[in-house]
């Protein structure tokens, strides 16, 4: 048997945790992917503001919890085979660790790792509105090969509930990870009014 995709996932103290505990809670059923997860303090915070749920109620969805402190963690190693790292949502403070190489949480020294490794990065930032520090980070992480995701829902499959937008977005990020699923339809091109 082929070894797992393996997905390092971190939760950070920006609005929108449910991207991803929703994330956390699709690639559960997705059997060829295991993935690591890590969530901030802040991030804590956020999940139960936002969705009433516990740092243990997310744990659940994930295979291999990391404590943001264990910088000695196996994610932190170049020699952990994974097949990138998403930060779901990733708060400004994030963005500027990774963007300036800040290791000082396992948070920010898996995305460093990720960058050295040339894995895929996915950064979904949240913050609005940005301020130059703010684009300066995105353009620099970008410049380093990592890609700035702001979850941006898309209108055009006309979303009827905010569970379908979130769908649509986390589907679009598993799309960059080339993990199939069906949360949200195809475009199939614009529809003519003829």
Not at 63 to 82: K, P, T, Y
Not at 175 to 184: I, S
Request: aromatic residues 6%; charged residues 20%; contains cysteine.
């Amino acid at each position: 048997m082929p070894a797992p995709k393996r997905l390092v996932i971190a939760i950070t103290g920006a609005t929108g945790a449910v991207y991803g505990v929703r994330l956390l809670q699709v690639l559960r059923d997705v059997p060829e992917v295991e993935t690591h997860l890590m969530v901030s303090d802040a991030g804590v915070l956020n999940i139960h503001q936002e969705l009433g749920l516990s740092r243990k109620d997310v744990e659940l969805f994930a295979d291999v919890v990391h404590s943001v402190r264990d910088i000695g963690a196996s994610i932190a190693s170049g020699s952990f085979q994974s097949d990138g790292m998403i930060i779901a949502p990733c708060s400004m403070k994030t963005l500027a660790g990774v963007a300036h190489g800040f290791s000082d949480s396992l948070i920010t020294r898996a995305a460093d790792v990720a960058l050295k490794e040339r894995r895929r990065l996915v950064l979904m930032v949240r913050e609005t509105p940005f301020n130059l520090a703010h684009l300066r980070n995105m353009v620099a992480v970008t410049e380093m090969g990592g890609i700035i995701y702001p979850p941006l829902p898309g209108f055009y499959h006309r979303p009827q509930t905010i569970a379908e937008m979130v769908d649509h977005t986390v589907g679009r990020i598993l799309d960059l990870f080339a993990v199939e699923h069906a949360l949200t339809p195809r475009w199939n091109g614009m529809k003519s009014n003829d």
